[in-house]
């Protein structure tokens, strides 16, 4: 069982940054690829990033990339996502999410943390 506890999210203005952070429990972090998602109200929640157990494959949604960065500290047992540029389009719940590696759907999920960008 892994449990995901997001934070840092907040109100910035557009062209701002945000960095969120996802803590996990158990000994099992550095055993699953990870990834951010986020959900707007009345739409769906969408892929943002993902990273593979070790850090060393990322993969972005065309929306984020080159804005935002994900990465990992596995000795620490932390998710972070830097988001850069912000953009009131990415105005959402940003949710960080685990899954065993054998499995393509995602297992472990935080409750979120919001951000909102103004114009």
């Known amino acids: 069982q892994v449990q995901l506890v997001e934070s840092g999210g907040g109100l910035v203005q557009a062209g701002g940054s945000l960095r969120l952070s996802c803590a996990a429990s158990?000994?099992?972090?550095?055993?699953?690829?990870m990834g951010w998602f986020r959900q707007a109200p009345g739409k769906e929640r969408e892929f943002v990033a993902r990273?593979?157990?070790?850090?060393?494959?990322?993969d972005y949604a065309d929306s984020v990339k080159g804005r935002f960065t994900i990465s990992r500290d596995n000795a620490n047992n932390m998710l972070y996502l830097q988001m850069n540029s912000l953009k009131p389009d990415d105005t959402a719940k940003y949710y960080c999410?685990?899954?065993?590696?054998?499995?393509?759907?995602?297992?472990?999920w935080g409750q979120g943390t919001q951000v909102t960008v103004s114009s």
């Open positions: 999410a685990a899954r065993w590696v054998f499995n393509t759907k995602y297992d472990y």
């Open positions: 990273i593979s157990s070790s850090g060393g494959s990322t």
């Open positions: 158990g000994r099992t972090f550095s055993s699953h690829p």
